[in-house]
């Protein structure tokens, strides 16, 4: 149950003070001490010096990177962000590694599934970014950010991220990212059937959002979800995670969005329940067959599976990067902070003759998400919580709310052409999260013509977080397929 964040006072703080916001001080709340994990795989070897002259001229400039967290004068447990120096030389790190690595892609996962293990320095700013200089199967290096949750929201700092970059072809412009197009009603059709379209679109709405709310005050209380081998247990938000990525064609997503007249979000979804159902099926035949039974079933499902997504909803208007740029170039006011509510997705974990029905099934249930209120009712919700009981109690039934779901599941829109990280090329970006109760995190970010899945899981409840990455891949590709099929078979009208 994510809260706000106001967005005022602006990046331009009286004094250089700031008491913690009720977003801020849930992230810090023992239950749901959350970080967020940004990979940047680069396509040249990243030279430090550089990066270190980038950054004094862009994040510093950035009160939250600039501040670090001291107690309040009036006590009552209450902390502020104060304006500091930094010392560079403490949040970004190079490692020395010996020349000759024998599997790159697993060294550069368990180096960050190690620095996971120990929290950041609060008498510091809290970030810190990592330059590993290894060639993997992705990138010539990798940077890896860290950052605590209670520094923003991911599309904040993802804007944030972006407009410490530039365009490769134009090292003076910023990146392009694609925005939100409004859609247009027909004006042919008369007043009185718009009126009752408005009407009718109303009634919609107040009846998906009181039971969306009943069913998330439900899952709070005591609806859970089925215990599947993906699910983790009490104390997972405590769990070492693994982050692993794959890219795929974002082309491909596209099609399956342009021929069945969708959009990006419905086909990921769709995808990602394609795929859960054929990885839970491998899972359930496996155990299966350990228990003394046949694993030469075509279905090994149990039926009637609850499993549900919690789903992160920015809502006010992402902050935009040209804005964070002149912000951090001239010392300008923009606004800040986390304004997000949660909102719980089923999805439909079952075995498919037609892969296309997952996409279909996945664009019903957004649909009926997109005609509700859950998020600004979570959020409002959220924020009086933590206001009147205080962190803590938020951050108690935070946890049982998610604690009662399965996973949690993102995705996010980058630029629309190549970029550099202070003159370092990107080749991808894989952004992910850590410290809330899931033992799986899914987040998709596109960028340029590609979409990268990465994946946050506990190893103890997911051992093969590749095999799902494959099942992803597969599912889309099926998906593809049988888009192709179909239009080629399609008669012509």
């Known amino acids: 149950m994510n809260t706000g964040e106001s967005s005022q006072p602006s990046l331009s703080w009286p004094a250089g003070k700031q008491y913690l916001s009720p977003a801020a001080r849930l992230f810090h709340s023992p239950r749901f001490n959350c970080y967020i994990i940004s990979i940047l795989g680069c396509k040249t070897n990243i030279n430090p010096d550089v990066v270190k002259a980038g950054l004094k001229q862009t994040l510093l400039k950035h009160p939250r990177f600039s501040s670090k967290l001291v107690s309040s004068e009036r006590g009552c447990g209450k902390r502020k962000w104060t304006r500091t120096s930094v010392n560079l030389e403490d949040h970004v790190i190079v490692p020395n590694f010996d020349s000759e690595i024998d599997s ?31 060639k993997t199967s992705y990138a010539e290096a990798v940077g890896v950010f860290r950052i605590h949750h209670s520094v923003g929201d991911g599309a904040s700092l993802m804007s944030l991220l972006l407009a410490c970059t530039r365009k490769t072809s134009d090292p003076d412009s910023l990146p392009t990212v694609p925005t939100m197009k409004k859609r247009t009603r027909s004006s042919d059709s008369s007043w009185f059937w718009r009126f009752l379209w408005v009407i009718w ?9 009181f039971v969306h709310i009943v069913l998330f005050l439900a899952t709070t209380l005591f609806l859970k979800d089925t215990k599947t081998p993906i699910k983790g247990e009490l104390g997972v938000e405590l769990a070492t995670k693994r982050f692993v990525h794959r890219t795929v064609s974002l082309d491909h997503i596209k099609l399956i969005k342009n021929s069945m007249k969708l959009t990006v979000n419905d086909v990921i979804v769709g995808v990602t329940q394609a795929s859960l159902s054929k990885y839970l099926n491998r899972r359930y035949a496996a155990q299966n067959q350990k228990d003394g039974g046949s694993n030469h079933k075509r279905n090994n499902l149990p ?10 909803i920015n809502l006010r208007p992402t902050v935009g990067i040209q804005d964070l740029a002149e912000m951090m170039a001239k010392d300008s006011k923009t606004r800040w902070g986390n304004w997000i509510g949660y909102i719980l997705v089923p999805f439909t974990i079952a075995l498919q003759d037609d892969p296309l ?27 009086l919580i933590i206001t009147t009981f205080g962190a803590k109690v938020a951050g108690f039934i935070a946890h049982r709310l998610l604690s009662n779901t399965t996973m949690a599941f993102s995705s996010l829109v980058g630029p629309l052409e190549d970029v550099s990280f202070y003159g ?21 970010q596109s960028y340029v013509n ?5 994946l946050a899981v506990d190893p103890s409840v997911i051992p093969d977080p590749h095999q799902l990455l494959d099942e992803i891949e597969e599912s889309l590709k099926l998906t593809r397929d049988a888009v192709v099929k179909r239009e080629l078979t399609q008669e012509p009208v």
Not at 306 to 311: G, Y
Not at 359 to 383: N, P, V, Y
């Open 104 to 134: 790159p892609d697993r060294f550069v996962e368990d180096y960050i599934s190690n620095i996971t293990t120990t929290p950041l320095d609060f008498s510091k700013p809290l970030w810190e970014l990592h330059l590993l200089n290894v």
């Open 201 to 209: 679109s109303v009634l919609i709405v107040i009846w998906n959002t």
């Open 303 to 312: 039926k009637s599976i609850r499993l549900r997504a919690a789903i992160l």
């Open 357 to 383: 029905n997952y996409i279909l099934q996945a664009k019903a249930m957004i649909d009926r998400k997109k005609l509700s209120l859950e998020a600004i009712c979570t959020f409002a919700t959220a924020k």
């Open 424 to 444: 370092h090329p990107i080749t991808f970006i894989a952004p992910s999260v850590y410290g809330h109760p899931h033992a799986l995190t899914i987040h998709f």
């Open 450 to 454: 590609k979409m990268t899945i990465a």
